[in-house]
């Protein structure tokens, strides 16, 4: 009988079955005596191990990680709730606990996706004034606008406004409150120039200033941030403390630190930066006298603005399309007042001296070396008759503001009671009156 207990004991012991879990540790067994299976403890229901055993972890014998059995929202809350818990019962940082995790991850990407089902959805939506393209991107590093929270872009339809780039789940564009921000800009190309004009919370009733949330500056319910463009405060969800340039500070203080700004103003302030709509002689005739980069800009442009007929009357430059050299800045070839909240911030940073400073040496060069027909339109001077041929953009030149003649400064300024040109034209027309009459 020992015998045939002794063989049955090594049969079993060379014939495992391999679904059974293999304890990670043996005992110790005296020389001579056979280690006898130990008996394996049903799994308790608080017992980590054993619900990993039920199919939270992953081994050999498992079901893949995709595949998930529930089918409901209430029953993978449950599973969720339940990984989470044998998660904080695991070991730290140990091999059971990361495929826990992973378990996890699945099984709320799961619920997501039951809870915003891909079903087909439009390419366009119009939600106030909002021109909704639906996007086809998989990123999930954008967040929602409304919800404030991340968008998935794998298993989630969204959405991007092509005016002013506002994102939001499919599931949110019924929700959405603010109006497109380029209708605003449409309509209303100003800037508030007042620096931060707050007005308190309580001409806001403690609520937000955009979706009329409580708000409150102890952070209860919500903490109240302040927009440094508009002054105005807004709760969490409006205001992401999103930095921009304000234009009011930059004007009056030459000051182009990025402050704090509400989602909306952030937008506004995006869509209007190119514009231009900054007359700084009226709003800040003084800052000329302490910034000097603004007054050799402004002598730049004076010039590209003579220049300019030069180039529309030539056919060359025109084949060349000389002017396009500045269609980044197109305000350049109209007026020498208008300023863009852009133009300002390369000013300061000195890349607009830059390249515009590269732009006028290139018309000049056209002007005065390469073309002929250009050449032909310079003047000489009729006080001294003698120098190079002038150009009304020379740096030496002065031009009389009743005929448009070019003259040698000192000339012009030695003889600035008499134009010749002046009193020819005046000449001119008398006789032309005497004959008539």
Same mark, same amino acid.
């Given at each position: /009988?020992?015998?045939?207990d002794?063989?049955?004991?090594?049969?079993?012991?060379?014939?495992l079955?391999?679904?059974?879990?293999?304890?990670?540790?043996q005992?110790?067994?005296?020389?001579?005596e056979?280690?006898t299976?130990?008996?394996?403890?049903?799994?308790?229901? *608080?017992?980590?191990?054993g619900?990993?055993?039920?199919g939270?972890?992953?081994?050999?014998?498992?079901?893949?990680?995709?595949?998930?059995?529930?089918?409901?929202?209430?029953?993978?809350?449950?599973?969720?709730?339940?990984?989470?818990r044998?998660?904080?019962?695991?070991?730290?940082?140990?091999?059971r606990q990361?495929?826990?995790?992973?378990?996890?991850i699945?099984?709320?990407?799961?619920?997501?996706?039951?809870?915003?089902?891909?079903e087909?959805?439009?390419?366009i939506?119009?939600?106030?004034?909002?021109?909704?393209?639906k996007?086809?991107?998989?990123?999930v590093?954008?967040?929602?606008?409304?919800?404030?929270?991340?968008?998935w872009g794998?298993?989630?339809?969204?959405?991007t406004?092509?005016?002013?780039y506002?994102?939001?789940?499919?599931?949110?564009?019924?929700?959405?409150?603010?109006?497109?921000?380029?209708?605003?800009?449409?309509?209303?190309?100003?800037?508030?120039?007042? $620096?931060c004009?707050?007005s *308190?919370?309580?001409?806001?009733?403690?609520r937000?200033?955009?979706?009329r949330?409580p708000?409150?500056?102890?952070g209860?319910?919500?903490e109240?941030?302040?927009?440094?463009?508009?002054?105005?405060?807004?709760?969490?969800?409006?205001?992401?403390?999103?930095?921009?340039?304000?234009?009011?500070?930059?004007?009056?203080?030459?000051?182009?630190?990025?402050?704090?700004v509400?989602?909306?103003? &952030?937008?506004?302030l995006?869509? &209007?930066?190119?514009?231009?709509?900054?007359?700084?002689?009226?709003?800040?005739?003084?800052?000329?006298?302490?910034?000097?980069?603004?007054?050799e800009?402004?002598?730049l442009?004076?010039?590209?603005?003579?220049?300019?007929?030069?180039?529309?009357?030539?056919?060359?430059? &025109?084949?060349?399309?000389?002017?396009?050299?500045?269609?980044?800045?197109?305000h350049?070839?109209?007026n020498?007042?208008?300023?863009?909240l852009?133009?300002?911030?390369?000013?300061?940073?000195?890349?607009?001296?830059?390249?515009?400073?590269e $732009?006028?040496?290139?018309?000049?060069?056209? $002007?005065?070396?390469d073309?002929?027909?250009?050449?032909?339109? *310079?003047?000489?001077?009729?006080?001294?008759?003698e120098?190079?041929?002038?150009?009304?953009f020379?740096s030496?030149?002065?031009?009389?503001? *009743?005929?448009? /003649?070019?003259?040698?400064?000192?000339?012009?300024?030695?003889?600035?009671?008499?134009?010749?040109?002046?009193?020819?034209?005046?000449?001119?027309?008398?006789s032309?009156?005497?004959?008539s009459?």
């Open positions: /009988a020992m015998a045939s002794e063989r049955l004991a090594r049969f079993r012991q060379a014939h079955n391999p679904f059974n879990k293999t304890p990670e540790r005992e110790q067994h005296p020389e001579g056979n280690p299976p130990a008996p394996q403890p049903d799994p308790s229901p *608080g017992d980590p191990e619900a990993l055993d039920l939270l972890a992953e081994d050999h014998f498992s079901r893949p990680v995709g595949l998930i059995l529930a089918q409901d929202v209430g029953q993978l809350c449950q599973a969720i709730e339940e990984c989470k044998v998660i904080l019962a695991l070991p730290e940082h140990s091999e990361k495929d826990a995790v992973v378990r996890l699945h099984l709320r990407l799961k619920l997501q996706e039951l809870k915003d089902p891909d087909d959805e439009p390419n939506r119009v939600v106030l004034e909002h021109r909704f393209y996007e086809k991107s998989k990123s590093k954008q967040m929602c606008d409304k919800c404030s929270t991340i968008i794998l298993i989630q339809t969204w959405y406004c092509t005016g002013c506002y994102r939001c789940h499919s599931k949110c564009l019924p929700l959405v409150s603010k109006v497109c921000v380029r209708a605003k800009v449409s309509h209303q190309a100003e800037y508030q120039l007042s $620096i004009p707050e *308190g919370l309580d001409s806001q009733d403690y937000c200033a955009e979706c949330a708000v409150s500056l102890r209860v319910p919500s109240a941030r302040q927009c440094d463009y508009t002054g105005l405060y807004y709760c969490s969800s409006c205001h992401w403390n999103d930095l921009a340039v304000v234009p009011a500070r930059a004007i009056h203080n030459w000051d182009f630190e990025p402050r704090k509400s989602r909306c103003s &952030m937008r506004y995006a869509l &209007m930066v190119s514009r231009p709509v900054l007359k700084l002689r009226e709003i800040n005739p003084l800052l000329f006298n302490y910034v000097e980069e603004l007054v800009i402004r002598k442009r004076q010039d590209i603005l003579l220049m300019k007929p030069y180039f529309i009357t030539c056919k060359e430059a &025109m084949e060349a399309r000389l002017l396009l050299q500045l269609q980044d800045r197109q350049f070839v109209e020498d007042e208008m300023y863009s852009q133009d300002l911030m390369d000013i300061e940073a000195g890349r607009l001296s830059c390249s515009l400073t $732009i006028h040496t290139l018309f000049a060069k056209h $002007i005065k070396l073309c002929e027909r250009c050449q032909a339109k *310079g003047f000489v001077c009729e006080l001294c008759k120098g190079d041929v002038l150009f009304p020379d030496h030149t002065s031009v009389c503001t *009743g005929c448009s /003649a070019v003259f040698p400064r000192d000339c012009f300024y030695d003889n600035s009671t008499t134009c010749p040109k002046c009193a020819r034209l005046s000449l001119r027309k008398q032309l009156f005497q004959d009459g």
